[in-house]
């Protein structure tokens, strides 16, 4: 049986759990598909072009999440869940979404949405410390109304500093598919499905208090986007045939990878031989190590489209992770070459050179490795790999230095303080891998001070 806790004790425990709620929640898992990003990418390249950011300032980062959801969280990034992609039947939905998202990162909400944030905490803060106050001086029931009313002034602020965002950021996206000529039926359809879902959920639209809310009502919401996007010219413009394609090819890809072979190839049965169904299948064949029926599945895309770099890269894959890497070379070495050294892909090559365990095979591996990091500076993937091509022909402080990358990326800060001040000690001084060291160095040590802080 529990006994009651006093009101002091409350407080002062209440306290405590907003301080630990403080805390950044754990890192999602982000899911690296080259094909998936540059999809992404194309996607909001045109709605980028209509704000006034310039081409490529803004990134498309892709969560292992199955959710249904999409957020900005500081810099120019737009986080897309997977279930997200899962849920739209088209690219003109993602787009939709894409548009709305952006419109944050113009208005600079995650920036605000701290600094209110923290506004808001601090009067939930002195609430709390008025509480206590009044509990120690034995008005304890007296003390418990101060913090209650604080947290929900404090709660009822930021809600409705969100809200005003949300509906904000809700016409900036019809603004910038406008301005990119797509047509804004896509974005009223997801927001259908997301009052559907809610619906189903048992949600009420019509009862739910919109106090208690971090976004306007659903339906409110399409009202509103109706009554602008439906008037504007981009309403009746056609759907881009190509991204609508490669939108159905990237969600078979995901199917295939995410879900259970049996799951997936109930899905997508051997009577459907459309593009996505064999790519789903590859992937679920892979999953359950039965490599010639996957290579079948790649055999069938391939005969297709010769020169697909998504279906090369998929069949030099399937090779390398079945064991096979030097039959991978020849498929992995034409997508890289197709795709100019994409990083993802010029990292899997790199890899199957590595794992060929032929030293003559090395050097390539050194330049592809090179390529993908210089390309894309956050592959620890590619790192490990090119550290393994150094420690191999006994280059100790580059070998070093790699691993301070991917340290570095993992938040091992001690250790990445280490292994690049080791590098830094014996690379040529001067240099471009000198002065990188010198970087990693900064940024592990600045790190390991503000946890010093935090602490």
Do not use: C
């Not at 050179?353 to 090179?370: K, M």
Request: charged fraction near 20%; glycine fraction near 8%; proline fraction near 5%.
């Amino acid at each position: 049986m529990r006994g009651r806790t006093s009101p002091v004790a409350f407080a002062l425990g209440l306290l405590a759990s907003l301080v630990v709620a403080a805390q950044p929640v754990a890192a999602q898992s982000i899911l690296r598909d080259a094909e998936t990003e540059q999809l992404l990418q194309d996607m909001l390249g045109p709605l980028v072009e209509a704000s006034e950011l310039g081409p490529g300032q803004v990134e498309v980062v892709l969560i292992n999440d199955e959710s249904i959801n999409a957020f900005v969280a500081g810099g120019q990034a737009i986080y897309v869940h997977t279930g997200l992609l899962s849920a739209a039947d088209t690219a003109n939905e993602v787009q939709g979404v894409l548009a709305h998202e952006l419109g944050h990162i113009t208005a600079g909400h995650a920036v605000r949405a701290a600094e209110r944030s923290k506004a808001a905490n601090g009067i939930s803060i002195l609430s709390l410390l008025l509480g206590v106050g009044a509990a120690l001086a034995g008005a304890g029931e007296a003390g418990m109304g101060v913090i209650a009313a604080g947290q929900q002034a404090a709660m009822g602020s930021y809600l409705s500093f969100n809200r005003d965002q949300e509906a904000a950021t809700d016409l900036a996206g019809t603004r910038y598919l406008a301005g990119a000529g797509i047509s804004g039926k896509g974005m009223i359809a997801f927001f259908e499905k997301l009052r559907g879902n809610e619906i189903r959920a048992g949600y009420s639209q019509a009862d739910e208090s919109a106090y208690a809310r971090t976004h306007p009502l659903t339906g409110d919401r399409i009202q509103v986007l109706r009554g602008l996007v439906d008037k504007d010219a981009a309403w009746d413009a056609p759907p881009d045939a190509d991204l609508q394609e490669r939108f159905v090819r990237a969600k078979a890809k995901l199917y295939g990878y995410l879900n259970p072979p049996a799951r997936t190839l109930a899905e997508f049965p051997l009577t459907d031989q459309s593009v996505a169904a064999h790519y789903a299948r590859a992937y679920a064949y892979h999953k359950d190590a039965r490599v010639d029926l996957a290579l079948a599945e790649t055999d069938a895309l391939l005969a297709r489209e010769p020169d697909n770099p998504w279906f090369l890269e998929l069949k030099g894959q399937v090779l390398l992770e079945s064991g096979r890497p030097t039959d991978a070379l020849v498929p992995l070495r034409r997508a890289t070459e197709l795709t100019r050294a994409h990083p993802l892909i010029a990292g899997l090559l790199g890899h199957a050179l590595i794992a060929t365990e032929n030293p003559a095979n090395f050097p390539e591996a050194e330049t592809v490795l090179r390529a993908s990091v210089q390309k894309d500076r956050y592959n620890p993937f590619a790192w490990y790999q090119l550290g393994v091509v150094y420690e191999a022909r006994g280059d100790m402080p580059r070998a070093r230095l790699a691993s301070a990358e991917v340290q570095v990326m993992n938040r091992q800060y001690p250790q990445a303080l280490a292994s690049a001040q080791a590098a830094e000690a014996y690379l040529p001084y001067g240099s471009a891998d000198w002065i990188r060291a010198q970087d990693v160095a900064l940024e592990a040590r600045g790190e390991l001070e503000r946890m010093k802080k935090k602490r």
